[in-house]
């Protein structure tokens, strides 16, 4: 590497050594953030989330129990419906959520520095939870167990090029088989879906349903996913 | 920018209304500077709710449009002089610019020489509880500058205007600290053999 100018004002464009320790912090920016503790202490002083409605609307409220009493009907036969329909649909509406929510730092983690940390870290709350494969070369960042309509699965937050990936893991009967053609990337077949600018593809190997969601191309995604070492 | 002063003069109804539609998606973002400027969970916990409380109180000033992740930094910022103040002996002062050590020469300073190599891979091999331990050896607003600037991806107008100091006072203090925190972490690069040994 060339050394930079000891002068070099600092309205020129940063030297190169400078531009890697800048991407380095840059990665502390989605470093994962456990809020529960503060979440807890901000709810003891300050009021609930107030109601979307003005309270003033009293002739609203019968219409609004009827309605409820519709809502509860119909989330009781929806729930009734998931419970006795076997393996849930992984959306991608529903993954990208689940992404989402462990980047913003939502979603209790815990930070863990490899995948056997994450297994280890895994096992201790669900200790049926299918193994996540290794993946060599990507950071490992946190991990949690969500629940995917009503299915439990096992989240990694990884990062490549300081880009966070969650990989997600079930037991392949727990989730419903695609009914979309695939893509076949290195002789396995891949489900890619994409919703705004996140990409998921998924797979079925070893028992596994295997998920990846990032804002990075399917094709990188796949590449990662053929490197996972079962 | 309009700091807040006190109780939220507004219905304590909207008040909560408009914290929790503009700040509550954004605690994490001040928990994390919180734990990165402090260096542990429990002051940041302390700091961030100090922050997001004088939030809720001032609500009212914030100005809807504007920029609330700017404005909730400004109010991290004097909380955290606010404790630093607080926490020195009786009779001494905080002095905030300690920017008395000199920024290394690259011509010979081991940790500005190409010791780095790929200095991307190198610096990736720390973890991030490494690096925010070697943020902890710079000076308070040199480490501030470089969690708006490099952390927070904010722009140099944006962080001169939160540090209260002019534009060049923030990207002099973001190359300056860059190389400080290289100069923390080359200790720990040298011992685990991360970097190529260019000096005896």
New interface residues.
Partial sequence: MTSQPHNQTPDDTPPPLDQATARRLARLGTMPVDTRTLDHRLAAVIPPRPRALPAQRTWLRPLRAVAALLLMAGLVGALVYTLSSGPAQASVAVMAQVHEDIVSGKTPVMQVDSIDAANRELSKQWPDSPAVPNVPQQHVMACCMKSVKNKRVACVLLKSRDIPITLTVANASDIKRPTTPGVEHRGVTYQVQTTGNLNMITTRRNDRWICLIAQLPADELMDIAAKLQF | MNLPTGQPHSR??EA??R??ELVW?L??DV??VA??LSGNFTDA?DL??QT??KA?AGIDQFAEGTNVKAWLMTILRHARVDRLRAAAPEGTTVSLDALDDP?A???TDPA???A??N??EA??A???QQ??DALQDLPENIRMT?LL?????MDHHEAATILEVPV?TV??R??RG??M??RALHPIAREHRLIRETHK
């Fill in positions: 304590p109804g909560a209304r914290f929790y998606p605690r994490a928990l994390r734990r990165i916990e961030a709710q997001l409380l809720f920024l020469d690259p011509h500005e020489t190409g780095w190599g200095a991307d610096l990736a720390f973890s991030d690096v925010i470089l600037v490099d952390v927070q991806q060049g990207k002099s973001t190359h860059r190389a925190l290289r």
